[in-house]
């Protein structure tokens, strides 16, 4: 019967083809027989009688729950049954308020998450075809109480565990928590994801809305087919068309908002191999961490696959690892592996959470040549153990937002000066004041790129290390001048410092400078004057001047680590 052809096209597309790589290979079907990626590598065919045949519907659910089953509700279920009855057969149960403080938790959590309405409308489309649905029936009578008999909690624990393992119970309840978790942020209205559908069984709403248009559109032939898929350009009738605007971010209501089409004539609609594609896509996305994240590339389909098939990385999660560390080592892991072999590449972000959008960035080689250097990774690994800070009531991931500053070619300093604010409205900023120095060692070597060490070749240039140690000099001597180790006495100076930074203001800050050098009574280093030309120079060294009159000095720095 032939081949389907599905050629690299937009992110979405390209993550859909990435999940359904994941999916073929995970299928009975055979690589270079039933599937295979063309020689050109742009394209991944299938055999029409193999598509004809497979279980799609299978297919995508066993995808998803390789990608995202690890991190689901269910999982989590399971681990805690575990936990509950090994204290119990060990005798250890409710043996002192803080473990039975936990204990309760857990127990709770298993009621709560298993009785949820998103669970519960699972079981009503499976009960008929599991056995021993009363496990489930019972717990929607009688929650799990810690004050049970441990004899009978550990009976219904048990019965709990045989009855979520049967395989149906398992991709029920695990796909329920993807769907509303995962899927639900890439697409929408459409399938198991339409409010109306949300009672009824998600392997029967997605082959019909999904699998059977598929199947039956590679099926015929479309020559006389007046309408064309917006992403692939091939023909169908208006009976198999399918808007995009199911996808979050990509159109708004087509059959309410048609301002934007000629004439408001709206063709924005894919072919149902397109929407199948599409419907793929949150599984070709990496989740690191609360962040999703895709690099796409256009010129090659299996180093496109390549660098988007790190899923299984869960598992390499340290116990005792804060859950933000391990997503930025995972995200330095990436960066650091998958991109070497590239020039330019797009990589996509999206949050996890329900308001957040994509984030688009090309990634030209300077960005790459940037985290190739040995002291940019270098503080990146200092960082990925101190990412997190607290400003106000909003946490800054450090290390994201110093990867993505530097993956967007924007500059460190509007970050820097955040944390050194920071810095001076705590009493205890020893662990803000490295983190401010990694990212300033960050933007220097990203400024070095361009040409700023080669200005030192003109005399009256300082180095930031010595503009850091005259700084830390100053500290010094103010400090003993005023006789005490507290520099609270120096937030003003190191405060209006900032100010002039923020704003570019080099006559204010040599001012401020001048003034607090002369009542000290030490000679003002002619390096300064190379700030009064060079707006690029004046926020390099201005910066490093100000963290040693902070009191970070590279010297200390190394010497402690």
Same mark, same amino acid.
């Given at each position: ?117 998103s669970y519960k409308s699972g079981f009503e489309n499976i009960k ?51 769907i509303y978790n995962y899927i639900n942020r890439f ?149 650091? $592996?998958?991109?070497?072999?590239? *020039? @330019? ?6 949050? !996890?959470?329900? &308001? =957040? %959008? ?13 985290? $190739?250097?040995?002291?940019?990774? *270098? @503080? ?6 101190? !990412?997190?800070? &607290? =400003? %106000? ?169």
């Amino acid at each position: 019967m032939g081949r389907i052809e599905i050629t690299i096209g937009d992110c979405l597309k390209n993550a859909g083809l990435v999940a359904m790589h994941h999916a073929l290979q995970i299928s009975e079907g055979k690589e270079d027989g039933d599937y295979g990626i063309s020689e050109d590598r742009l394209s991944l065919w299938i055999d029409k009688d193999f598509a004809l045949h497979v279980d799609w519907t299978a297919l995508y659910m066993r995808t998803a729950i390789d990608i995202f089953g690890s991190r689901t509700a269910y999982t989590q279920i399971l681990k805690n049954i575990e936990e509950c009855l090994e204290k119990i057969q060990d005798g250890t149960w409710q043996l002192d308020k803080k473990a039975a403080k936990n204990e309760k938790d857990k127990l709770k959590f298993i009621s709560d998450k298993l009785l949820s309405n998103s669970y519960k409308s699972g079981f009503e489309n499976i009960k008929t075809q599991i056995e021993n649905p009363e496990v489930y029936e019972n717990l929607q009578k009688n929650k799990l109480k810690e004050k049970e008999e441990p004899a009978q909690l550990k009976e219904r624990l048990e019965q709990l565990r045989e009855f979520l393992k049967q395989p149906l119970c398992a991709e029920t309840f695990q796909m329920k928590s993807i769907i509303y978790n995962y899927i639900n942020r890439f697409w929408e209205g459409k399938s198991f994801l339409l409010r109306s559908n949300a009672s009824k069984d998600i392997r029967e709403v997605f082959k019909a809305d999904f699998v059977l248009p598929f199947q039956t559109y590679i099926a015929q032939e479309h020559i006389k087919a007046k309408d064309t898929c917006i992403d692939c350009g091939n023909q169908m009738n208006s009976k198999e068309r399918v808007s995009i605007a199911f996808m979050k971010g990509m159109a708004d209501d087509l059959t309410r908002k048609k301002s934007a089409f000629w004439n408001e004539k709206v063709d924005a609609f894919l072919c149902p191999v397109c929407a199948l594609l599409y419907a793929m896509s949150p599984m070709g996305f990496e989740l690191l961490g609360n962040t999703f994240m895709f690099l796409n590339t256009n010129n090659d389909l299996k180093a496109l696959i390549g660098f988007n098939s790190s899923h299984n990385i869960e598992g390499e999660r340290k116990e005792e690892e804060l859950f933000f560390a391990w997503s930025a080592r995972m995200m330095n892991v990436i960066l650091k $592996e998958k991109t070497r072999e590239l *020039k @330019n590449v797009q990589i996509i972000l999206k949050g !996890s959470e329900e &308001k =957040d %959008k994509y984030r688009f960035q090309v990634i030209q080689k300077r960005a790459l040549e940037v985290l $190739e250097i040995d002291v940019v990774q *270098k @503080n990146l690994k200092y960082l990925e153990n101190q !990412s997190f800070i &607290k =400003d %106000k009531n909003a946490y800054i991931n450090l290390y994201e937002e110093v990867v993505w500053n530097v993956l967007s070619g924007h500059h460190q300093y509007y970050l820097l000066n955040r944390i050194l604010r920071l810095v001076l409205a705590t009493e205890h900023a020893n662990g803000l004041l490295r983190q401010a120095s990694y990212v300033y060692e960050i933007q220097h070597r990203m400024g070095s790129m361009k040409g700023q060490e080669e200005e030192k070749k003109k005399g009256v240039y300082m180095t930031h290390k010595q503009m850091r140690d005259s700084g830390y000099a100053l500290r010094n001597a103010l400090l003993s001048a005023k006789n005490t180790k507290d520099d609270a006495c120096l937030r003003g100076m190191v405060y209006q410092l900032l100010n002039a930074l923020s704003v570019r203001n080099t006559e204010k800050f040599l001012e401020i400078v001048m003034r607090n050098y002369c009542s000290c009574k030490l000679v003002v280093p002619d390096g300064f004057v190379s700030m009064l030309d060079n707006q690029d120079r004046f926020l390099d060294l201005g910066y490093a001047f100000v963290l040693g009159l902070k009191g970070s000095h590279p010297d200390e720095r190394e010497e402690k680590e």
